[in-house]
């Protein structure tokens, strides 16, 4: 069992290798305006995150997740 602080600071490792504006990372962060990741940078990322924990997020996920605190709560409730 992984618990949701486990899950964010894995994924938040997983954000650092993409982060390359060197942008502070909270949990209210958001993909594309605060991080300005396009749509190939996010999809390199979001195939990191489902490799990383073994998981599959559909695009109707993808599409209702907007910040990194979103992406923890919905990651740790696919690895419970």
Known sequence: MTDRAD???RIF???DQF??????VSEETRFA????W?????LDFVAEVEDEFDIL???NQQAEIENV????????GMVK
């Open 7 to 9: 899950v964010k600071g």
């Open 13 to 15: 490792g997983l954000i």
């Open 19 to 24: 982060n390359k504006k060197g942008i502070e």
């Open 33 to 36: 305006q605060d991080l300005e």
């Open 38 to 42: 396009d749509s190939l940078t996010v």
């Open 57 to 59: 997020i559909t695009m």
């Open 69 to 76: 605190g979103q992406l923890v709560d919905a990651v740790a």
